[in-house]
């Protein structure tokens, strides 16, 4: 696999798991909703999740698929761009129901 590729799952892979570790241990919504450093910290790996995953599959020739790219890379738009149509829900929706498949995606790519 071409490093660039290999680099950009790699940050994929470290930004889901920074996720995990800045979460409260019980994952408790309301916990979570108070916490604005944690809340921070968790929307900016996700950009950059929706940013590395936008330059694989744009760099040349990739041939990677990456289930529900448009939408990781559409996640990562609106948190930059309209920041304020974003909800904790959305955001805790994603961290319980979508990154646990997007990881077990990347591990499966990068072997």
Same mark, same amino acid.
């Given at each position: 696999?071409?490093?660039?590729? !290999?680099? /950009? +799952?790699?940050?994929?892979?470290?930004?889901?798991?920074?996720?995990?570790?800045?979460?409260?241990?019980? &994952?408790?919504?309301?916990?979570?909703?108070?916490? +604005?450093?944690?809340?921070?910290?968790?929307?900016?790996?996700?950009?950059?999740?929706?940013? $590395?995953? !936008?330059?694989?599959?744009?760099?040349? *020739?990739?041939?990677?698929?990456i289930k529900n790219a448009?939408?990781?890379?559409?996640?990562?738009?609106?948190? $930059? *761009?309209?920041?304020?149509?974003?909800s904790d829900e959305v955001? /805790?929706?994603?961290?319980?129901?979508?990154?646990?498949? &997007?990881?077990?995606?990347?591990?499966? +790519?990068?072997?």
């Open positions: 696999m071409d490093n660039r590729i !290999n680099s /950009w +799952l790699e940050d994929v892979e470290r930004s889901i798991d920074e996720i995990y570790d800045f979460l409260p241990e019980n &994952l408790d919504f309301s916990e979570y909703q108070k916490d +604005l450093k944690t809340k921070k910290a968790i929307e900016r790996n996700i950009e950059i999740i929706g940013e $590395a995953i !936008n330059r694989i599959l744009k760099y040349k *020739h990739s041939g990677i698929t448009k939408k990781i890379i559409g996640t990562r738009n609106r948190i $930059a *761009h309209e920041y304020d149509s974003i955001i /805790w929706t994603i961290i319980l129901k979508e990154l646990p498949n &997007l990881r077990k995606e990347i591990i499966a +790519l990068k072997k």
